[in-house]
T-cell receptor, first 110, second 113 residues
Framework: GENVEQHPSTLSVQEGDSAVIKCTYS??????FPWYKQELGKGPQLIIDIRSNVGEKKDQRIAVTLNKTAKHFSLHITETQPEDSAVYFC?????????FGTGTRLKVLA | EAGVAQSPRYKIIEKRQSVAFWCNPI?????LYWYQQILGQGPKLLIQFQNNGVVDDSQLPKDRFSAERLKGVDSTLKIQPAKLEDSAVYLC???????????FGPGTRLTVL
């Protein structure tokens, strides 16, 4: 069946450093790739997304890249801050059905 | 704009009991989703509604789970009887018709003892 692999499962970085989270999807029909941030006790919050006709998208300190040929997409967070600490999920979607990755717990050390 | 509302936020029950969760989506959102999120995993879709019709319930364990969205707005998800492995966070999400972005509620954390 369709699946999304996400790596790493945990990531610790020093404040101010960059963090990169990578996902690989299996369904070639996927055409929409959102990233969610989930803080403890809260629901996932959309932070950035990318569609299959775009290779890269940036929003302030957050960027996402997509390689459709390799079925890879990545989240890049620059100048990390303690408030970036959370669990991040990628998802791959086709016809509005999301398949989520297993999550990355990011810890930003002050 | 108010977000997706869910209640209760927490529920503890014993196995074989029944439980129901409620979701109120963002106003005007035609599509509503229920997800199950087991600790340490990503959310898994249980059922998707468009207005009051079911679009996808292929991963809903229909022998014990049921869901309805009678008037195309609020929705309830029921588990009867509950099993230990149903312990999870149940997330509700909604989206506008024809739009991919889904907005999630805070979830209901269910513990089955």
């Amino acid at each position: 069946g369709e699946n999304v692999e996400q790596h790493p499962s945990t990531l610790s970085v020093q404040e101010g450093d960059s963090a990169v989270i990578k996902c690989t999807y299996s369904d070639s029909a996927s055409n929409y790739f959102p990233w969610y941030k989930q803080e403890l006790g809260k629901g996932p919050q959309l932070i950035i997304d990318i569609r299959s006709n775009v290779g890269e998208k940036k929003d302030q300190r957050i960027a996402v890249t997509l390689n459709k040929t390799a079925k890879h997409f990545s989240l890049h967070i620059t100048e990390t801050q303690p408030e970036d600490s959370a669990v991040y999920f990628c998802a791959a979607a086709g016809t509005y059905k999301y398949i989520f990755g297993t999550g990355t717990r990011l810890k930003v050390l002050a | 704009e108010a977000g997706v509302a869910q209640s209760p936020r927490y529920k503890i029950i014993e196995k074989r009991q029944s439980v129901a969760f409620w979701c109120n989506p963002i106003s005007g959102h035609a599509t509503l989703y229920w997800y199950q999120q087991i600790l340490g995993q990503g959310p898994k879709l249980l059922i998707q509604f468009q207005n009051n019709g079911v679009v996808d319930d292929s991963q809903l364990p229909k022998d014990r789970f049921s869901a309805e969205r009678l008037k195309g707005v609020d929705s309830t998800l029921k588990i009867q009887p509950a099993k230990l492995e149903d312990s999870a966070v149940y997330l509700c999400a909604s989206s506008s018709l024809g739009v991919e972005e889904q907005f999630f509620g805070p979830g209901t954390r269910l513990t089955v003892l």
